[in-house]
């Protein structure tokens, strides 16, 4: 009698699902504008909460509890630009994809408005500190994210902002599990506070159920908060907790004590700070150390390495071209660190892109419909389409945009050049559309200049510095607007339909260049008809290389050529 065979192993399981903060509102969602910021942000914004519910907006029963831009800006007493600013900045780090300030035109803003609970959990995050870099004298395991004294500030003004970034920057630049241990952190010293900003009062009750949350108030924590991991789809908190159980589904799910929603918020938190500090000991203990409470951290590393990465880091590339398609990139998240002179071309529809600490680089950015930012960069070229554009503490760049939104200029900047965008690629006008992008209005000559000093930075500033505006951009001449040339061994990826840059030029910059090809064909015919004898034609010859030399150095467009150093 045969043996029966033995049953094939089970298939491997995916980890179960963590918490994690959304790092949109913690990384794009800052805005550097004191009157956002409180001292005591529950008491100010519950106060706030109570004057918007009173005055909505005639919205259907679908999206309740809306306020116009107006009672926006009349309750905080900011300018229309800057509630015009705030209103777009929540947009484009809101976690729905249908909320109607997600899809509103810009025209449409008015009519729709924002969601009172989403404005209000907003404005709490602005107390947020950003994560200091490694090394840092401030850097201590800061569970709050308040600045501190630092001995820093006699030299910070001294430093450029790349040699404040630089600092051996693959070391000292926050790791992803870095700042998403901050967020945490900082999310769970706020979590009583943020969840009473959502809670309704309800009287009878004892003082530990006097406050509760009804399940439509419990959904905007999603825009903090998610449950899923690398590379999967995010799953809103109601479809994870199991607070509002209801036996009969057609009735809603009853209220649920706010004391309940933080201890199950607070375990899961804690859960994942545990997570991530055991998953941070296996990596650098590696995996010869591990030990049985790392197993389950590594069994999730390896079924992540299994499925396409949340966010995709570009570093250290130095004096060459690097060049990623839509195919090539498996995330809608990119951040560009640390580069120097090279050419990087990223043609793809994105959400977000970072670019941070680079010098003397140029970079394609292909539509980006969320956000982009830009900091601590010396002498770069940025050319993006994007729906908006925030700009931090560089020196001597010059951005090519096309862009829907007033680009942001904050912090400590010097010589910040302005420009409308001079490129294409085939598939740009493809992923303009993926991801919402107008080629009208193009908004890159109206940018909004802030404060010199960021108040969401740990490092501490001298007193009377932060009332101080930062250094404005100027534009272009258009005698120095040249088109930028994408070369075409780059875009062997399908076909496309883009033919042409299609963003309008300004009449300026049109005049400036038909004037600039006009010479060109003049020259040319000069260079075609002029008898010369065959040593001046060398004479010739050889002067225009050398000036061609020179401007390729003198306005960095060498780097262009590293594509070829490969062919």
Request: proline fraction near 8%; hydrophobic fraction near 35%.
């Given at each position: 009698?045969?043996?029966?065979?033995?049953?094939?192993?089970?298939?491997?399981?995916?980890?179960?699902?963590?918490?994690?903060?959304?790092?949109?509102?913690?990384?794009?969602?800052?805005?550097?504008?004191?009157?956002?910021?409180?001292?005591?942000?529950?008491?100010?914004?519950?106060?706030?909460?109570?004057?918007?519910?009173?005055?909505?907006?005639?919205?259907?029963?679908?999206?309740?509890?809306?306020?116009?831009?107006?009672?926006?800006?009349?309750?905080?007493?900011?300018?229309?630009?800057?509630?015009?600013?705030?209103?777009?900045?929540?947009?484009?780090?809101?976690?729905?994809?249908?909320?109607?300030?997600?899809?509103?035109?810009?025209?449409?803003?008015?009519?729709?408005?924002?969601?009172?609970?989403?404005?209000?959990?907003?404005?709490?995050?602005?107390?947020?500190?950003?994560?200091?870099?490694?090394?840092?004298?401030?850097?201590?395991?800061?569970?709050?994210?308040?600045?501190?004294?630092?001995?820093?500030?006699?030299?910070?003004?001294?430093?450029?902002?790349?040699?404040?970034?630089?600092?051996?920057?693959?070391?000292?630049?926050?790791?992803?599990?870095?700042?998403?241990?901050?967020?945490?952190?900082?999310?769970?010293?706020?979590?009583?506070?943020?969840?009473?900003?959502?809670?309704?009062?309800?009287?009878?009750?004892?003082?530990?159920?006097?406050?509760?949350?009804?399940?439509?108030?419990?959904?905007?924590?999603?825009?903090?908060?998610?449950?899923?991991?690398?590379?999967?789809?995010?799953?809103?908190?109601?479809?994870?907790?199991?607070?509002?159980?209801?036996?009969?589904?057609?009735?809603?799910?009853?209220?649920?004590?706010?004391?309940?929603?933080?201890?199950?918020?607070?375990?899961?938190?804690?859960?994942?700070?545990?997570?991530?500090?055991?998953?941070?000991?296996?990596?650098?203990?590696?995996?010869?150390?591990?030990?049985?409470?790392?197993?389950?951290?590594?069994?999730?590393?390896?079924?992540?390495?299994?499925?396409?990465?949340?966010?995709?880091?570009?570093?250290?590339?130095?004096?060459?071209?690097?060049?990623?398609?839509?195919?090539?990139?498996?995330?809608?998240?990119?951040?560009?660190?640390?580069?120097?002179?090279?050419?990087?071309?990223?043609?793809?529809?994105?959400?977000?892109?970072?670019?941070?600490?680079?010098?003397?680089?140029?970079?394609?950015?292909?539509?980006?419909?969320?956000?982009?930012?830009?900091?601590?960069?010396?002498?770069?070229?940025?050319?993006?389409?994007?729906?908006?554009?925030?700009?931090?503490?560089?020196?001597?760049?010059?951005?090519?945009?096309g862009v829907n939104q007033q680009p942001l200029i904050v912090g400590d900047n010097h010589k910040l050049q302005v420009a409308p965008y001079n490129t294409f690629y085939p598939q740009l006008e493809e992923h303009m559309k993926q991801v919402s992008i107008?080629?009208?209005?193009?908004?890159?000559?109206?940018?909004?200049?802030?404060?010199?000093?960021?108040?969401?930075?740990?490092?501490?500033?001298?007193?009377?510095?932060?009332?101080?505006?930062?250094?404005?951009?100027?534009?272009?001449?258009?005698?120095?607007?040249?088109?930028?040339?994408?070369?075409?061994?780059?875009?062997?990826?399908?076909?496309?339909?883009?033919?042409?840059?299609?963003?309008?030029?300004?009449?300026?910059?049109?005049?400036?260049?038909?004037?600039?090809?006009?010479?060109?064909?003049?020259?040319?015919?000069?260079?075609?008809?002029?008898?010369?004898?065959?040593?001046?034609?060398?004479?010739?010859?050889?002067?225009?290389?050398?000036?061609?030399?020179?401007?390729?150095?003198?306005?960095?467009?060498?780097?262009?050529?590293?594509?070829?150093?490969?062919?």
């Amino acid at each position: 009698m045969t043996s029966p065979s033995p049953s094939p192993p089970p298939p491997e399981q995916p980890p179960p699902f963590h918490l994690h903060p959304r790092r949109e509102p913690f990384e794009h969602g800052l805005i550097p504008l004191q009157k956002l910021i409180f001292p005591d942000p529950t008491q100010t914004l519950t106060t706030l909460r109570t004057k918007l519910l009173q005055n909505p907006l005639s919205t259907t029963h679908h999206h309740p509890h809306r306020v116009h831009p107006n009672a926006v800006m009349e309750t905080l007493q900011i300018s229309p630009q800057h509630t015009r600013l705030l209103f777009n900045t929540i947009a484009s780090v809101h976690p729905s994809v249908s909320d109607p300030i997600v899809t509103a035109k810009p025209d449409e803003v008015d009519s729709v408005g924002v969601n009172v609970y989403d404005l209000i959990l907003f404005l709490y995050i602005q107390s947020y500190k950003r994560l200091l870099p490694k090394g840092h004298k401030d850097s201590p395991a800061i569970a709050d994210v308040w600045p501190s004294i630092s001995a820093f500030d006699g030299f910070l003004s001294a430093l450029t902002p790349l040699q404040l970034a630089r600092g051996n920057v693959r070391r000292s630049t926050p790791s992803q599990a870095d700042e998403e241990a901050h967020q945490l952190s900082y999310l769970h010293k706020h979590l009583g506070n943020i969840i009473s900003l959502l809670a309704d009062s309800v009287e009878g009750q004892t003082e530990e159920d006097s406050l509760v949350l009804t399940m439509e108030n419990f959904e905007h924590l999603s825009f903090l908060f998610y449950f899923g991991d690398k590379g999967l789809e995010n799953i809103p908190l109601s479809q994870h907790a199991p607070l509002f159980a209801n036996s009969d589904p057609d009735m809603p799910a009853a209220p649920v004590p706010a004391s309940q929603v933080h201890d199950w918020i607070e375990e899961s938190i804690n859960f994942a700070l545990q997570r991530i500090s055991e998953r941070v000991a296996a990596k650098e203990n590696g995996p010869g150390h591990a030990n049985a409470s790392d197993h389950d951290a590594l069994m999730d590393n390896n079924y992540a390495n299994t499925i396409k990465p949340s966010i995709s880091h570009i570093e250290g590339i130095s004096r060459q071209s690097y060049v990623k398609q839509a195919s090539e990139l498996n995330t809608s998240f990119v951040k560009v660190i640390n580069c120097h002179e090279s050419v990087i071309y990223l043609l793809a529809p994105l959400k977000y892109a970072t670019v941070y600490g680079c010098s003397d680089a140029t970079i394609v950015l292909g539509a980006v419909g969320k956000a982009v930012r830009i900091e601590h960069c010396e002498r770069v070229h940025v050319i993006s389409a994007a729906k908006r554009i925030c700009i931090a503490n560089c020196r001597e760049c010059v951005f090519f945009l096309g862009v829907n939104q007033q680009p942001l200029i904050v912090g400590d900047n010097h010589k910040l050049q302005v420009a409308p965008y001079n490129t294409f690629y085939p598939q740009l006008e493809e992923h303009m559309k993926q991801v919402s992008i107008e080629a009208s209005p193009n908004r890159w000559d109206e940018p909004i200049a802030l404060g010199l000093v960021d108040p969401h930075d740990l490092i501490s500033h001298p007193a009377g510095v932060s009332d101080c505006q930062t250094e404005f951009a100027t534009h272009l001449e258009p005698d120095q607007f040249t088109n930028f040339l994408i070369p075409n061994w780059f875009q062997d990826e399908g076909c496309g339909s883009t033919k042409d840059n299609p963003f309008p030029l300004p009449d300026v910059y049109m005049s400036s260049q038909q004037k600039s090809d006009k010479n060109l064909v003049e020259v040319k015919q000069i260079l075609k008809e002029t008898q010369l004898e065959d040593n001046r034609k060398r004479e010739l010859s050889t002067a225009l290389h050398v000036y061609f030399k020179d401007w390729l150095y003198a306005s960095g467009n060498v780097r262009q050529l590293y594509c070829l150093q490969g062919e």
